[in-house]
């Protein structure tokens, strides 16, 4: 289920520490280039795409083996069957695009052969971005086929799925990471 955070973050680690060495052994410890964001202490830090994205993947892992049963319990409730199935609708489409994004990630590998390591960071970087948008997307979309009373309830759930993230993040990417929203 966290697959995606997991290669996306594998390939920017990649990269991360070859621009390190790239730029000389001027850092110092890790800990002190790097910051924890708790989500149990501070949810407002976790950014939009990534609590969307991680509450997609819950949704559509309890629906592959439950069904529109899968969908949690406060954003059952509220929706009436037909509603239920545009919300896994727009959840499996957005899973599609989480592992299209995943794909194209995994490619830029090939990249170092043909580009400098700024040229791949920075097409890493856009790509990043492409994927968060996407998510984003998503999100808008489902939540404009949604009743008012459905949006209030998936976003109350989204919300509360930061509460299980922490996350660490080098200082000096903290602003990317938390962009677009």
Partial sequence: MVKRHTICVCVVALLIPLSVCAQGAQSTSLETETVTIDGAKNPELIPQWSAWATSF??????????????????????????????????????????????????????????QT????QERAFELQMECRRATLKAR??????????????????????????????????????????
């Fill in 57 to 114: 993947r819950f949704i559509a892992a309890g629906a592959q083996t439950l069904a529109d049963e899968g969908i949690p319990t406060t954003v059952y409730r509220v929706l009436n069957k037909e509603q239920r199935l545009v919300l896994l609708k727009h959840v499996d489409g957005a899973i599609r695009e989480q592992k299209e994004c995943e794909s194209r990630m995994l490619k830029l590998g090939a990249l170092f052969a043909t």
């Fill in 117 to 120: 390591l700024q040229a791949v």
């Fill in 140 to 181: 808008d979309g489902l939540l404009a086929e949604l009743p008012p009373d459905g949006q209030v309830a998936l976003r109350a759930f989204v919300e509360s799925q930061k509460q299980g993230h922490t996350v660490t993040v080098l200082k000096a990417d903290l602003a990317r990471f938390r962009l677009p929203e």
